[in-house]
């Protein structure tokens, strides 16, 4: 084979490939948003927005949930950065930053915090996102911790009151002041779905679930893989680089390793420690995170 011919299959490759920085940068969540460490992946180039990369696999240590408020597993709360859309977000600084809600406003004595909703999100089945839908995906969360359902109970417990006031914003009525209130409405676990949704049990087929806001959607379920497809109307333009995502699971250490090494998977999640120096010492992989 010439070097040429070589070269261009190479080439081919790559481009068939995801990138670590690409999946860093395009893919919001995919880089362990919900606090997965140790993340281990592919090649290196520079994604395009309108030529997005293809679909990536994968591989988490066990099968995810989808309903991060009834889920306490962290594949759970990872999947859903990749489903669903937040009021707010955490940014990779640390600060916080607008997601469904455009701006925020808290009031002098720290009791009323009033969020104005983006207007031009849409839902991944084409429904337009509103204050409506915050305000019961909001009043879910907080029914649920009340209940003992949720993963998180902690900081719902001082929002008195959950309403959808003019000028799409929700107002939240606190019965103290809290300075991690906006931390919550950043986290995975208080995802944005349709108001009516907020009643309605989730189940594990794609039917079963809401339509999420996020970068992608579940596409299809089965034989322990979960198939998101690229959300066309993301309302970060250009984003997600995605065409889409194939999410496997196995439990077992030494084939996690393997699969990546030999190509079988782009992205492991939570790499195994042990063979952390094996990975480092691999030139086509790159690791991210503690």
Same mark, same amino acid.
């Given at each position: ?15 068939n ?16 948003a ?10 290196? @180039? ?17 099968m ?14 990872w ?11 955490i ?5 916080? &930053? ?15 915090? #009033? ?21 019961? @995906? ?60 907020? #009643?309605?049990?989730?189940? #594990? ?18 034989d322990?893989r ?24 196995s439990?077992?250490?030494?084939? &996690? ?5 030999t190509?079988?998977v #782009?992205?492991?999640?939570d790499a195994?420690?042990l ?16």
């Amino acid at each position: 084979m010439s070097d040429r011919t070589s070269k261009k299959r190479d080439e081919m490759s790559f481009r068939n490939r995801i990138s670590r920085r690409g999946m860093l940068s395009g893919a919001v969540g995919i880089a362990g948003a919900a606090g997965l460490a140790r993340i281990a992946g592919g090649r290196e @180039s520079t994604p395009h927005p309108a030529t997005p990369y293809g679909v990536p696999v994968v591989s988490l240590a066990r099968m995810p949930g989808f309903d991060p408020m009834r889920d306490p597993a962290i594949e759970t709360g990872w999947l859903s950065t990749l489903i669903h859309e937040t009021p707010l977000r955490i940014d990779s600084t640390g600060s916080i &930053r607008s997601g469904v809600v455009i701006d925020w406003n808290i009031s002098a004595d720290g009791l009323q915090l #009033d969020l104005r909703v983006r207007p031009d999100v849409l839902f991944a089945d084409g429904t337009l996102l509103t204050a409506g839908d915050v305000a019961a @995906s909001l009043e879910r969360c907080r029914a649920l911790s009340s209940e003992g359902a949720a993963v998180a109970t902690g900081h719902w417990g001082r929002v008195a009151g959950i309403d959808e006031i003019e000028g799409g914003t929700v107002r939240l009525s606190l019965i103290q002041p809290d300075v991690a209130i906006l931390a919550l409405l950043a986290s995975a676990r208080t995802p944005v779905v349709p108001k009516r949704w907020v #009643d309605r049990d989730w189940g #594990d087929t794609p039917e079963r679930l809401p339509p999420g806001s996020g970068p992608f959607a579940v596409s299809g379920i089965e034989d322990g893989r979960i198939m998101l497809d690229r959300h066309p109307a993301y309302h970060q333009v250009g984003r997600p680089y995605l065409a889409g995502v194939v999410v496997t699971t196995s439990s077992e250490t030494v084939p &996690r390793a393997t699969e990546l090494v030999t190509g079988a998977v #782009d992205v492991v999640v939570d790499a195994p420690l042990l063979d952390i120096p094996t990975l480092r010492d691999d030139p086509n992989l790159t690791l991210v995170g503690g």
